[in-house]
């Protein structure tokens, strides 16, 4: 299958489930091979450009067309940034889907040789360090293209400052196929 046709099948999915949610009916996409297929996905919504939310699995652990459906619904009411999608908003949205690839743990020294080990642009990063874990998809590097800014940033996501440095840090990398909605519904 094309990438293309994959992406619009994912997105198809993802804004289905969320009318589903909201009362609206839509057609039911057959189900395919590949979506039963373990994967990862992040669901994220814009309105007016601005975040209205994401969410998503970090790891495959269950088919793809159930991973895509349930952090579409996640993104669109359960992110707690934000107040649930409502019906006048699901018109307006635009919704990107990201296939995550199997996160890789990194190997590195120092933070700075953490640093220079990112690929800007390219890599999805997890964080994790006890309890404290966070990620940025690679989309993130679009706002934060300086590696030390990007990782400061997610530290703080992860609720650590900016500044803090353990050797027990662990730093993993992904990469993701990112498709999103061209033109608005409803």
Not at 67 to 84: H, I, L, Q
Request: glycine share 6%; with cysteine; hydrophobic share 35%.
């Amino acid at each position: 299958m094309f990438d293309t046709d994959k992406g619009n099948t994912l997105l198809h999915l993802a804004r289905a489930a969320i009318g589903r949610e909201l009362g609206f009916i839509s057609h039911e996409l057959p189900r395919s091979d590949w979506l039963e297929e373990p994967g990862a996905t992040f669901v994220t919504l814009t309105l007016d450009t601005q975040l209205r939310g994401c969410i998503g699995s970090l790891e495959a652990h269950r088919p793809l067309i159930d991973d895509v459906r349930a952090n579409a619904v996640a993104s669109a009411f359960r992110d707690p940034r934000f107040d649930p999608l409502s019906k006048s908003e699901f018109g307006k949205v635009f919704i990107d889907v990201s296939l995550l690839s199997q996160p890789e743990p990194m190997r590195f020294k120092s933070e700075q040789d953490a640093l220079e080990q990112l690929n800007p642009g390219q890599d999805g990063v997890i964080l994790a360090y006890g309890r404290h874990r966070a990620t940025y998809l690679p989309q993130v590097w679009a706002q934060l293209p300086e590696p030390r800014d990007f990782v400061g940033h997610l530290k703080n996501k992860a609720g650590l400052p900016d500044d803090f440095w353990s050797n027990d840090i662990q730093l993993s990398r992904y990469t993701v196929q990112k498709w999103h909605e061209v033109e608005k519904h409803g």
